[in-house]
């Protein structure tokens, strides 16, 4: 029974941890279906996740900081659109960027605004998003495997998992039963095609960027005043970047790139408790080597499956209007 308790814990601290990347990985599904590299995941969650909770800790409401976090967001996806789409520019070059003007920026205002080497005041109250209790979850707890699954498991997580969980189904409607998601699936394998029909490829591209920097920004904020207390210097910590690999492991597809977050977190999840654990033969496995493992799995995901995963065709490439 104790090893079924503490793959519950995995799984639920699985959960939590692919949140973020389960909303930056539909994020960058909508931009990269529509033909823009997004490699601006990172900035634009830790752009969000300052500015929720800076506005969280002035406001007093996590809700007020969540919608600081996604307008913040949208902002830097439509710079990102503006210098891609409108000006033709390298994807590549202006998502880089947006990364690095974040990541100085945001703990420059931080230490601006608060005084507090870089970081927001800490959260507590209405100013964090706090955990549910589903109905009869405590009741049930002690009902033998069913019920310890739902009071540990299922419920107990704050609001944005649920949003997260809730994504995924919505997002793969979107995209594959939708007059918007079949003109950004279209867009995205040959623009051209979708300018014949008298649809504006450039306005569209802009819509599903805006897409993108609303599922950033819910997921920046998560990590800022839901998942932590406040915001450091680089706590996105990659998770844009792995977002990037679910995405292409999962070969742009919303339920396959689900499964790729999942287990990238409970990799992320295991080596939380791996650390200073003796294992037989080994020994201690150095911290460093095992915070080192969702890294190492993505490099070598990619590096099996990657060569097998076909993009949009127009991925990338600018698209200039014939005259």
Not at 60 to 84: D, K, N, P, R
Not at 188 to 214: C, F, M, Q, S
Not at 261 to 288: K, N, S, W
Request: with cysteine; aromatic share 10%.
């Amino acid at each position: 029974m104790e090893t079924f308790h503490i793959i519950v814990l995995l799984l639920d601290a699985t959960f939590r941890v692919a949140t973020p990347l389960v909303l930056a990985a539909l994020a960058g599904m909508f931009s990269e279906r529509s033909g823009v590299v997004d490699i601006g995941l990172e900035g634009k969650m830790l752009g969000a996740a300052f500015a929720a909770a800076a506005v969280a800790a002035l406001s007093g409401s996590a809700w007020v900081g969540l919608g600081a976090g996604i307008i913040t967001s949208i902002a830097l996806s439509m710079l990102h659109a503006y210098a891609c789409v409108t000006h033709k520019g390298n994807q590549v070059v202006s998502g880089m960027a947006i990364n690095i003007v974040v990541a100085g920026l945001a703990p420059t205002l931080g230490y601006a605004w608060f005084r507090m080497g870089g970081q927001t005041p800490p959260l507590s109250g209405d100013a964090r998003f706090r955990s549910l209790t589903l109905p009869f979850a405590e009741t049930m707890r002690d009902v033998p495997i069913v019920g310890y699954i739902y009071a540990e498991l299922i419920s107990g997580h704050n609001i944005i998992v649920y949003m997260a969980a809730a994504a995924v189904p919505i997002c793969a409607w979107i995209l594959y039963k939708t007059r918007f998601g079949l003109r950004v699936r279209a867009v995205g394998e040959n623009p051209h095609a979708v300018d014949t029909a008298g649809i504006t490829v450039d306005l569209l591209r802009y819509k599903a960027l805006a897409v993108t920097g609303l599922l950033c920004g819910i997921a920046g904020s998560y990590l800022s005043t839901a998942h932590g207390a406040g915001f450091i210097r680089d706590m996105t910590a990659g998770k844009g970047y792995l977002a990037l690999a679910a995405l292409i492991f999962g070969k742009w597809r919303p339920v396959p790139t689900l499964f790729a977050c999942l287990l990238f977190a409970f990799t992320d999840a295991v080596q939380a408790r791996l650390q200073g654990v003796e294992l037989p033969v080994v020994g201690v496995i150095p911290v460093q080597f095992i915070q080192a493992l969702p890294y190492i799995l993505t490099v070598l995901l990619l590096a099996g499956f990657v060569g097998k995963a076909n993009p949009p065709k127009a991925i990338g490439e600018p698209y200039i209007k014939e005259r």
